[in-house]
């Protein structure tokens, strides 16, 4: 069913706005996913607070025109999803969609996004999504803060174990 002038403004402004709210937005390009393949990874994402909507192009390049965007800096060819969103992890939607992408080979790749505010083109979208989440990090840095104090630990008990051998 086609939609009126009005739906469509609607429907651009929405967009905008979702856009512009969300941590992190990447275009997708999807050929031959089946329906439950989609369903899954649907799942999985909102389960992360990540949300994933096709949209038509044409409405898709007016919104990023009304954030200011030059939507002719993303190619934005064949079947076009926005996967947007992801809470307080600026690369929860990058990250989740580049693994989908492994799994899923060709059927399903980045095609560019929006991060930090700005348009982003698919190098840098595969270059964040390539970050690991915030949880992530976290833990990578105690590991760097505790790694002093495991060796002391092993040096001290190596000492005691050859003192108390003699």
């Not at 002038?5 to 651009?12: D, F, H, S, T, Y």
């Not at 700005?118 to 990090?137: C, V």
């Amino acid at each position: 069913m086609n939609k009126t002038k009005q739906q469509k403004v609607e429907l651009v402004e929405n967009m905008a706005k979702s856009l512009k709210e969300a941590a992190s937005t990447v275009f997708v390009g999807f050929k031959g996913m089946n329906v439950a393949d989609e369903s899954a990874m649907r799942r999985s994402l909102r389960g992360d607070s990540v949300k994933y909507t096709v949209f038509k192009k044409t409405l898709l390049r007016r919104a990023l025109e009304s954030l200011g965007h030059a939507p002719s800096e993303v190619p934005l060819e064949g079947e076009v999803a926005v996967a947007y969103g992801g809470g307080d992890d600026v690369t929860a939607a990058a990250r989740l969609i580049h693994d989908f992408g492994k799994k899923f080979k060709d059927r399903l790749v980045i095609l560019g996004g929006i991060f930090e505010g700005k348009l982003a083109g698919e190098a840098l979208m595969q270059e964040i999504a390539t970050i690991p989440s915030m949880l992530g990090l976290r833990g990578m840095f105690a590991q760097v803060l505790n790694s002093p104090h495991q060796r002391f630990a092993v040096v001290l008990s190596a000492v005691a174990e050859k003192k108390s051998q003699s």
